[in-house]
């Protein structure tokens, strides 16, 4: 069994991150060096020469394949820890396997790690302004653990309390507000808003591959254990 988790979640990372990576590279990557072109102009007055200068030695994958190499890294890490996540969810139920039944947990994942976060912390160009790192990734886990929770207990829970209690935890980290921001940006808002948006879609259809692969491949490897 741990050998079928771990296989399915290697293929479906894997194959999630090839295509997910392709679409970044199209849609998301163009966004993400026009910001940096503000974000350069805006060092370049804000610290000077000398700060400046430092700040263009600090290192930075190159333009082209090696910053779609590093990216597709770090797509496959996330693509294959998110899958083995969602196996691991799913090994509770093997009697309801497959694609289509990956797909909602993958929906499930996109709703507690991107889109719960992301009405607090959208997604942000460089460049923009933003809050403190430390209390913006407090932030960030307790969202995503409550909202994970509060999913859990509205569809698993057997009754009326327990699916109340997901909806509170739902709302609560929403209720205590995200941390804000502060300083100026010379980012467009159009930019800005645009890169947003593609992003938790691009993120959607990231975790339904995920969910998708996952579902499919820990169904077919199984099966193909119980053939020999």
């Not at 507000?177 to 948006?197: C, I, K, N, T, Y």
Request: charged share 10%.
């Amino acid at each position: 069994m741990i050998f079928r988790m771990f296989a399915a979640a290697l293929a479906a990372g894997l194959l999630a991150a090839i295509l997910i990576t392709g679409l970044q590279s199209i849609i998301t990557t163009p966004m993400i060096l026009q910001a940096e072109v503000y974000e350069a102009a805006d060092t370049s007055h804000d610290h000077g020469t000398t700060d400046n200068a430092q700040h263009e030695t600090d290192w930075m994958p190159e333009q082209g394949m090696e910053r779609l190499f590093y990216t597709f890294l770090a797509n496959c890490g996330a693509g294959v820890g998110f899958a083995l996540l969602l196996i691991v969810g799913m090994s509770f139920n093997l009697g309801a396997l497959g694609g289509g039944r990956g797909v909602m947990w993958g929906i499930g994942g996109f709703a507690a790690f991107t889109l719960a976060p992301a009405l607090g912390l959208p997604p942000g160009v460089p460049g923009l302004a933003v809050p403190d790192e430390q209390i913006a990734q407090v932030w960030w886990v307790m969202t995503t653990v409550l909202s994970g929770v509060g999913l859990a207990a509205m569809v698993f829970g057997k009754s009326y309390v327990l699916k109340f209690l997901g909806m509170v935890l739902l709302v609560l980290p929403h209720v205590l507000g995200a941390p804000v921001g502060s300083g100026e940006s010379q980012v467009p808002a159009e930019l800005a808003a645009r890169f947003s948006a593609s992003s938790i879609v691009l993120s959607a259809i990231f975790w339904v591959m995920i969910g998708y692969f996952s579902g499919l491949l820990f169904w077919r490897i199984g099966e193909k254990f119980r053939d020999t």
